[in-house]
């Protein structure tokens, strides 16, 4: 399957990317000279103990910060390029983001939260028939004019990510989906995610430290201290099952 | 406590900002009352002392009707009345003369310098008294002797009987009774001379007294035993009542003050009640630990504590600042040199305790909230159950107090009599309907932020839909607080466009009947009264169609003086705008032409208590004539000491009370009399010691005088719009600061940092206009409120939108706003998005 991927044009390119952030006077490296690809219809998990690095090097694909150094290229475009607004802009467009918490603004209902980035891009209107199609698909009718502390969590997760579909984005970048959710609604949210690039070719990164959740990618790398110390390919599988990841950690030691 | 302490200084410079608008609001409340009270305080003690000074010891006055003035005889009866222990007997004048190379209209003061002294101290600061035989020698007024250059051993020159006749100054005088007169420069003289060089012979205009018995004795016994027509002041009652007209704006400034110590403690409540929410996972972290409810109450007490004092000690260094400028400002406006700023430590002691005990005050709410806080509840999302039933009953207490407002004005002003003055009992009814009015807006104002916000957010959801919204949402997801923040908007606002819509008024009243009063827009005005021949000569200048003389005089009038003046009813007739009060019948200037009938103004009519087809008896040198009312006009004209006048015919004046003469002529053009006629008119009037004057600047004279005090009046209101503006500052930055993570998200879901700056600056702009758009609407129905209720006989302010000012205000806050959030905003849209979604 990976060799499938990486014959044809990679959707997105990690190439060579550091962070470091200071703290008190000694810069500490959290992203250390990292560099892969993922391709089309693609989904990756970024496994790891907390503090490995997995969420800055989320937040760097999405553009949400500049790396120190490295470039980071989105369906050819290079985003480490651009300035900060032109960076938003392309981001609004083609990236979907879903954070672990956080995800909703509180006094906007569930479908004017998953209207947002539409409402920002400066839509009147246009948005609706998108935003029911969303809701519909994502089994979310019900919850329209509800607002967040009015759903449970899988359901404001499920917003979550109708919202970062809306764009119709080339990638879906999702940090912990699940790390707040119970088991059902955690598996729902990840059979969804995986529909997306199975079923709607979009590519998708998705950072966990659950090995179940990141069963569903086709590919695991795996980060610590900074850097990505092992891949392992897991291949496209209708089953989702951890068994061979887990044995595969295992025998790696992790 | 130094736990506590630290805490409440960490609580607050964590928040420096936030802490200093607060400390800040608190001083602008204070520092405005300071200021209030402390220059109050001057100007009465200023008062007091100019009224010592003008009375001194002289308990009464008796003044002569007859321009000849007292002959001896009456100088006797009066020093052997058993109530009189000192009688300084004066005479004055007024008298062309040149001092320094210009000419001048002196009042000459003749008085008796032994007798004078036990009376009136002279206060000669340059120079010596004369002596009372000392011929040719002046004592001037010190303040006008040096602004035009004349010195002690100079001399100036006085026109006496015998014509220009040279006097050296032997003194200057300092504040004294003898400077306080209004008729131009002072010069005094020994009596003897002066009767000698004027030819007064023993004759005397007025008789200060010092009285050992009682002043009501003393009146009657002279009214029993005086020879010759007089008036007589009671200086006691006189100068008591002399009131300055900034005093009587004294409670209007108050209520601006206490408005902006309103605010100022609203930002202290919003600044605690905020800082309390931020901070619950922290109180109930203190509470696990082991603080008590009492201890947390007391860390929020003492947090208000440091704001109260840091906010009241820079109050109290404003209010000095306010009272000194205010004190300036007096000074030049109103001309009460002598004024002087005393610092009074028990006042400021006060108003600095007031100021921490009001933030004390505000603080209990707050702290009892952060009190309650449970050790676990802190570590449970925000509770908004029962909000939404507690709102409902917020709207229908504001309902009931927006009725309760209406029935309160309409029917306080229902207690005004026709064209008569709103009795003191409808005024504090209308006062409580204004006061509700602004409770029940407040009230309802959480309610109506739904419709109010959607439609005022309607022209910027053209330009910017998503910022529109999202700004919006803001506004209303917290609606207590941001009606309180608009709140003090509307209410400062209002007062601002309610007083500048009132002053319109006043000064349209002002000036239209300054313009009703005379025939024609060129005044000759004399300082002495003019013989017709003067007349005569300016009629017969090219150009001039005619003219219309008016003359000032005094009569007794039963028991009091009636100051009249003598106009051409015919003239009046033809060119006049005089104001009829309502009802007037018709004839009223043939009636005063052709009988012996007078017109009055309301005031005066009611300080007489007369009305039309009554009678009044005046006092001739004949006997006593009785004149009719034939009419009521809104104004008449003011004599040369400003009192108000009984408009007389010159025939009936002339006939009955020997009037010749003029003090002001009227001069009518011909029609197409060109520029130089005013060249010409000007250079006649100087030629006889006389003025000429347009109407517009008599009218202008009136507008500044009113001008200065509103002006003052809409400075301190507009202290409370930039008070108002502070609280919505201080509710964007905590609107900004609580939705960082809201921000950031959005940001990450592609909004561009000028978007979100734009949503927090669309906030700012919706709450300031919303403020000032209901500030302007309340302020507009107030001027109607306040122009009805206002309204007295002879001041009948129009009603007039004041829409320059409501854009004024509506834009300056609007603007203000926007300005002030600029940088919060931009902070705001800089924020890392990975770092405010980590924030927690």
Redo the contacts between chains.
């Keep these: 399957m990976s060799e499938q991927a990486t014959a044809v044009q990679p959707t997105v390119v990690a190439d060579n990317l550091s962070k470091a952030y200071r703290i008190s006077t000694r810069p500490h490296v959290v992203v250390d000279r990292v560099g892969f690809t993922v391709a089309q219809g693609e989904l990756v998990a970024i496994m790891g103990p907390s503090g490995c690095g997995k969420s ?1 090097l989320l ?1 760097l694909l ?1 553009g ?2 500049p790396p120190d150094s490295g470039r980071v290229v989105v369906g050819g475009t290079e985003i480490t390029a651009m300035d ?2 032109r960076r ?2 392309f ?3 083609n990236i979907g ?1 879903v ?1 672990q ?8 209902t569930a479908a ?1 939260n998953i209207a ?2 539409m ?4 839509s ?1 209107g246009g948005h609706f028939d998108r935003v029911s199609d969303l809701m519909r698909d994502l089994n979310l009718r019900n919850l329209q004019g509800h607002r967040p ?1 009015e759903i449970s969590g899988g359901e404001q997760q499920r917003v979550a990510i109708a ?2 579909l809306l ?1 119709e984005p080339t990638v879906i970048i999702a940090d912990e989906p699940t790390g707040n959710l119970d088991f059902t609604t955690g598996n729902e949210v990840l059979d969804l995610l995986w529909s997306r690039c199975h079923e709607h070719g979009q590519t998708g990164i998705l950072a966990t430290h659950d090995a179940r959740a990141a069963a569903y990618a086709d590919r695991v790398l795996v980060m610590r201290d900074g850097r990505i110390i092992e891949t392992i390919d897991l291949g496209r599988r209708q089953d989702h099952s951890a068994a061979p990841l887990i044995s595969r950690l295992a025998q790696l030691g992790l | 406590m130094p736990l506590l302490l630290s805490l409440a200084w960490r609580n607050s410079a964590s928040r420096l900002q936030r802490s200093v608008l607060t400390a800040l609001a608190v001083a602008l409340g204070v520092g405005l009352i300071l200021g209030t009270e402390l220059s109050s305080r001057a100007l009465q003690a200023e008062l007091r002392q100019s009224a010592a000074d003008l009375a001194g010891r002289a308990d009464a006055e008796v003044f002569a009707f007859s321009e000849a003035g007292f002959s001896q005889d009456m100088v006797t009866v009066v020093k052997k009345l058993p109530e009189v222990s000192i009688v300084a007997p004066v005479v004055s004048k007024r008298v062309f003369g040149d001092a320094g190379g210009s000419s001048y209209t002196f009042q000459v003061l003749g008085v008796d310098p032994a007798a004078e002294q036990q009376l009136h101290p002279f206060n000669i600061v340059e120079g010596s008294l004369f002596a009372a035989d000392a011929r040719g020698t002046v004592l001037l007024d010190a303040r006008w002797a040096r602004a035009h250059n004349v010195a002690v051993g100079s001399t100036i020159s006085l026109f006496t009987a015998t014509g220009p006749d040279t006097f050296k100054v032997a003194g200057l005088l300092g504040d004294s009774s003898f400077v306080q007169s209004s008729f131009g420069p002072i010069a005094l003289v020994p009596l003897g001379i002066a009767q000698k060089a004027f030819r007064l012979g023993a004759h005397l205009t007025q008789l200060s007294i010092g009285l050992k018995g009682s002043y009501s004795d003393f009146r009657r016994d002279l009214r029993l035993k005086a020879t010759e027509e007089y008036t007589v002041r009671d200086n006691q009652v006189f100068f008591a009542s002399s009131r300055n007209p900034y005093l009587e704006l004294q409670p209007v400034l108050l209520f601006f003050s206490v408005l902006a110590l309103v605010i100022g403690l609203f930002l202290i409540y919003n600044n605690l009640a905020m800082t309390v929410s931020e901070r619950r996972r922290d109180i109930g972290l203190l509470r696990s630990a082991g603080a008590t409810p009492a201890w947390v109450r007391r860390l929020f007490i003492t947090q208000a504590l440091l704001l109260g004092v840091a906010g009241s000690v820079l109050g109290v260094l404003l209010g000095i600042g306010v009272a000194a400028a205010l004190v300036q400002y007096l000074k030049a406006s109103s001309g009460q040199l002598g004024l002087s700023l005393s610092l009074d430590p028990v006042v400021m002691l006060a108003v600095f305790a007031l100021g921490i005990l009001a933030t004390v005050v505000c603080a209990l709410v707050p702290a009892a909230r952060a009190a309650a806080v449970a050790p676990l509840e802190a570590i449970r ?1 925000l509770q ?1 159950l029962g909000a939404e039933r507690s709102r409902r009953r917020t709207t229908a207490l504001g309902l009931a107090l927006l009725v309760v407002a209406g029935v309160l004005i309409v029917s306080g002003l229902a207690q005004r009599p026709a064209d008569l003055e709103l009795p003191q009992s409808g005024l504090v009814v209308v006062a409580g309907g204004i006061i509700a009015l602004f409770a029940g807006i407040l009230a309802v104002t959480p309610a109506l932020l739904v419709p109010v916000t959607r439609l005022l957010s309607q022209p910027l959801r053209i330009f910017a ?2 910022e529109a ?2 700004a919006r ?2 506004v ?2 917290r609606p207590n607080r941001s009606a309180l923040t608009i709140g003090g908007l509307l209410v400062s606002g209002a007062l601002v466009v309610a007083v500048a819509g009132l002053s319109q008024g006043a000064l349209d009243a002002g000036s239209s009947w300054v313009q009703s009063l005379f025939v024609s827009d060129q005044l000759m005005v004399s300082p002495v009264r003019q013989p017709d021949l003067v007349r005569q000569d300016i009629n017969k200048l090219a150009g001039v169609d005619a003219t219309s003389p008016i003359a000032f005089f005094t009569l007794r009038a039963g028991e009091r003086a009636m100051n009249l003046a003598a106009v051409d009813p015919l003239d009046y007739a033809a060119h006049g705008r005089l104001q009829f009060a309502p009802g007037t019948p018709p004839g009223a200037f043939t009636e005063i032409e052709e009988s012996r009938s007078v017109f009055i103004s309301r005031r005066l009519a009611q300080l007489q208590a007369v009305r039309v087809g009554d009678s009044i008896p005046l006092t001739a040198a004949s006997g006593v004539l009785e004149y009719r009312v034939a009419a009521i006009v809104e104004h008449s004209l003011p004599a040369p000491g400003g009192e108000e006048t009984a408009l007389i015919s010159l025939a009936n004046a002339r006939q009955d009370f020997g009037v010749t003469g003029f003090n002001i002529l009227q001069v009518l053009p011909n029609q197409g009399a060109g520029q130089d006629l005013q060249a010409r008119l000007e250079h006649a009037a100087g030629q006889y010691g006389m003025q000429l004057e347009p109407v517009a600047a008599v009218r202008d004279g009136v507008r500044r005088g009113l001008e200065s005090l509103l002006l003052l009046l809409s400075a301190v209101g507009l202290v409370g719009v930039v008070m108002g503006l502070l609280s919505v500052i201080q509710t964007i930055l905590l609107n900004v600061s609580e939705s960082t ?2 921000l950031a ?11 979100v700056r734009g949503i927090i600056l669309s906030q700012s702009a919706l709450l300031s206009l919303t403020g000032a758009i209901g500030g302007a609407a309340v302020g507009t129905l107030l001027v109607a409120v306040m122009t009805r209720a206002g309204a007295s006989i002879g001041f009948q302010p129009v009603y007039e939108v004041p829409w320059g000012v409501i854009a004024l205000v509506v834009l300056a806050s609007v603007l203000g706003a926007l300005l002030a959030v600029a940088l919060p905003a931009r902070r705001a849209a800089r924020t ?3 770092a405010a ?1 980590r924030y927690e």
């Design positions: 800055t937040h999405a949400l910060e900060e607004r938003t802009e981001r609004r467009d983001f954070f918490f956080f995800n909703l603004v509180p006094n906007l004017e947002l980035p409402r920002i891009a400066g009147r502390e919202r970062a764009m | 999302p908004l839909p998503a919204m999202l949402n803001a209303i997801r993570r809201e998200l959005l940001r990450a879901v592609g909004a561009t940092a000028s978007q890392s998005v990975v979604i």
